[in-house]
C-alpha cells in the first residue's frame, strides 16, 4: 500500500517569517486511510526544497493526542524557522517502530509554503520624472542664465548615432523586479536565476569504468550486454523488473562526506514502442542512513521515450562499518517489446547535476600499461580526446528537472520536457511547451 501524507483540513499549509506560534497537523496514512501510531518509537519531521534536504525536527510520541487518528503536529518555532527564507518546501515524516522506519508519503513529497512578512522587506518611495519633463525642467533654468555674445554659427551635428527620446523612454520601460522568493519578474516573466548561495556544481565522477562498463567487481555491479553506445558510451539494457547499473556501497561509502549534497545522474532510454516504464532510486544498503529521499519512483518514461539524462539527490547521515549492496537507478516495471537502457553513470558532488565525464582515473586504462607500447595511444593523444569532452554545466533544457507540488504551485517560464510530481492529481506530468500531459499523453 502507498504511504501517504495530507493535512487535515484545518490547517494552515503556510507559515510567516517571523511566525512561532503556527503549527501543521498532517496525517500519516496508508492508501488515505489514518495510520495507528500509537506503537511507535520516535518519530521525525524533515523539511527540504529543491536544493535537497535542509533540516529535521523530532516530535514526542506521547505528544500526540489522539495517535489512531494518524495525526502529527509540527510545531514551526524559532529554532525550526531559523535560515529558512521564503519560498516553496517539501515535508515528509518519518516514524520508527519496531518494525522499522516508515516515510510519509511514500511517493514524492508534501509541500507546504513560508511566505514573507510585511517587515521582509524594506518599502520605499521613488520619485520618478519622465525624460521629457527632465528636458523641460532643464530648459526652464537654462532661461534663467544671462545670455552672452552670440558666437558663429557651427556645423550642423550629426545625431544619427545618438539615442533618440522614445528609444531610451521604451529601454527605461524594462523592468526587473525581486519576489522575494527566489525568482525574479523580467517584463512581467518569471525567471529563476542561478542561486549562488545553494547551487553547487560539481563535476569530478567519482565513479571509475563508466564508459567502457566492463567490471563487474571493483565499482559498478553490471558490465555491458549489447553492442549499442550512446555518446560513445556502452550500454546496460534490461527487459525485466528492478535492476539497472548499481554503485557498490563498499566502493562509494569511503568517497563521502555525511551531510554533504551529492548528485547522481545517467542516461535512460525506453525502447519499447507500447510499453511505459517507472524509473525510481534504491539504495540495497545494510545500515546507511539518509537525509535526502530514497527507495522512490520520480519518473515515467513513456513508449519510444527517447534518451533522458535523469538526477537524483543523495545526502548521507551516516554509513556503518561495514557495508554492502548497491545504489542504482531501477526500472519497476517490464517492457514487453523493447528495452530500458542504462549508459554514463555519474556520481559528482554538488546540487546540479552535469553532463558525463570519466573519472580522472578512467583517462588511462591502467591495463593497457601491460600491452606493447606500440599498441597503446601515448598520453598526449588520450589527453586531448578527453580535454575536447571537458565538461561544462548539463543544458538546462535537456536536464529533467524534478519537482514537486499541487495543481496551483505548478512552475512557470519553463522548457518544453520539464517534469512535474502533481500532488493534487498524485501522478507525475510533463510540459509540453504549451501544455501540461500525463504519460498517457492526455492534457490534464
Known sequence: MAKTLSFTDTSPQTVKIGDTTTSFTLICGNDNVATDLTKVTSITVKLGNASGYLKSATVDPTSLTDPTTGQVTVKFNADL???????????????????????????????FTIANNIQSANGSTITTITFDDFVKAMNKAASTIAKGDKGEKGDTPDLSNYTTVTDLNNGLSTKVTDNKNGTEQLNGVQVQPYNKL????????????????????????????????YLGLNIYQINNLWDGVGVYWHYLAPKLKTNTNYIMSEYVINTSPTTSVNIGVFGSDTGVVFNSPINYIFLTLPPNSGWTRISALVNIASVPTTVSGTLK??????????????AGLKFEQGSIATDWTPAPEDKVNVSDMRKPASDVAGIEEVNAKQDKIGYTPADDSKVLHLSTGDTTARPTSISAGYQYFDTSLNKPIWYTGKNWVDATGTTV
Open 81 to 111: 524557522m531559523t535560515s529558512l527564507p521564503a519560498g516553496s518546501y517539501a515535508i515528509e515524516v518519518w516514524v520508527d517502530d519496531s518494525a522499522g522506519t516508515s516515510i510519509y508519503p511514500s511517493d514524492g513529497s508534501t509541500g
Open 198 to 229: 545553494s547551487d553547487t556544481i560539481g563535476g569530478r565522477n567519482l565513479l571509475i569504468n563508466t564508459a567502457q562498463l566492463n567490471d563487474s567487481t571493483v565499482c559498478l555491479d553490471n558490465k555491458s550486454n549489447t553492442s549499442d553506445t
Open 329 to 342: 537507478f531501477e526500472n519497476a516495471n517490464k517492457p514487453t517489446d523493447g528495452y530500458v537502457q542504462f
